[in-house]
Structures are given as structure tokens and as C-alpha cells.
Nanobody
Framework: QVQLAESGGTLVQPGGSLKLSCAAS????????MYWHRQAPGKERELVAH????????TYAGSVKGRFTISRDNAKNTVYLQMNSLKPEDTAVYYC?????????WGQGTQVTVSS
């Protein structure tokens, strides 16, 4: 059974840091590109970051570039999102996704709230 389980979301103050994790199971993790998306209330889901199957290539949305870092540990079947210098506009539900060709798996999401 395919499962993507996000964790690490919480309430954090502006300027703070947070690290999200997404543990994968039920598929060959090393064959999939991994993504973090987010969806804020009343807005469409947007791409935050991507990492290649080997971890050798990453891309970021302009709004998070320089503040967020995506990484993966293929030995642990886990992808991470390190978020620094958080802003209130980063408040959203964060989802991880695994993609290979036409196949996409989604997690259930973890809530990140940036507020004082």
C-alpha cells in the first residue's frame, strides 16, 4: 500500500525555522521525483520545491528560493523541507508528492502556521 506521511507542521513565529518530513512506503522511492506543494486558505495548490530521484537536482518557487531547502535520504525513503526565515504568507497545508511518469502519489498534508 502506497503511503506518504508528512510530519513536522506546527505554529511558528515569523522569522522562525521548521523542518518538514515526508516518509514514503509501498513504492520504489528511489525511482520517483519528489515534490513539496502547499495550499493556503482560499488559494490554489502551488509548487514549492522539487528534487530529482537521485537528489542531484532541485528547483524552487521564486517565493521560497533562498529560504527553503529540499533534500532526500534514499536510505530512509524520506524527503525533507527545511524552511527558514518563515513569513506569515508561508502559512498553508504542505503536501509531499511522488512522481514517476504519469503516476503521482500524494500525502495527506501537514499544517504550517506562521504567526506571532
Amino acid at each position: 500500500q502506497v503511503q506518504l506521511a508528512e510530519s513536522g507542521g506546527t505554529l511558528v513565529q515569523p522569522g522562525g525555522s521548521l523542518k518538514l518530513s515526508c516518509a514514503a512506503s509501498g513504492f520504489t522511492f528511489t525511482s520517483y521525483r519528489m515534490y513539496w506543494h502547499r495550499q493556503a486558505p482560499g488559494k490554489e495548490r502551488e509548487l514549492v520545491a522539487h528534487i530529482s530521484s537521485t537528489g542531484g537536482a532541485t528547483t524552487y518557487a521564486g517565493s521560497v528560493k533562498g529560504r527553503f531547502t529540499i533534500s532526500r535520504d534514499n536510505a530512509k525513503n524520506t524527503v525533507y523541507l527545511q524552511m527558514n526565515s518563515l513569513k506569515p504568507e508561508d502559512t498553508a497545508v504542505y503536501y509531499c508528492a511522488a512522481v514517476r511518469g504519469l503516476v503521482t502519489y500524494w500525502g495527506q498534508g501537514t499544517q504550517v502556521t506562521v504567526s506571532s
